[in-house]
């Protein structure tokens, strides 16, 4: 997801979401436990100026 704010002509602000899910590692695993999955989460803010 992006969001963009533009207060002039040579600047903006960027909003940046960026998730994703991934299942655990076999090793990491008792036998006969469920996989589940975890979450990793990541926003970044960005300014950008032209001149």
């Given at each position: 997801m992006s969001l963009d704010y533009a207060p002039s002509d040579h600047t903006k602000l960027?909003?940046?979401?960026?998730?994703?899910?991934?299942?655990?590692?076999?090793?990491?695993?008792?036998?006969?436990?469920?996989l589940e999955k975890t979450g990793h989460y990541t926003a970044y803010l960005k300014f950008t100026t032209k001149f």
């Open positions: 960027s909003l940046l979401r960026y998730w994703a899910h991934t299942n655990p590692d076999d090793a990491n695993l008792r036998k006969g436990a469920p």
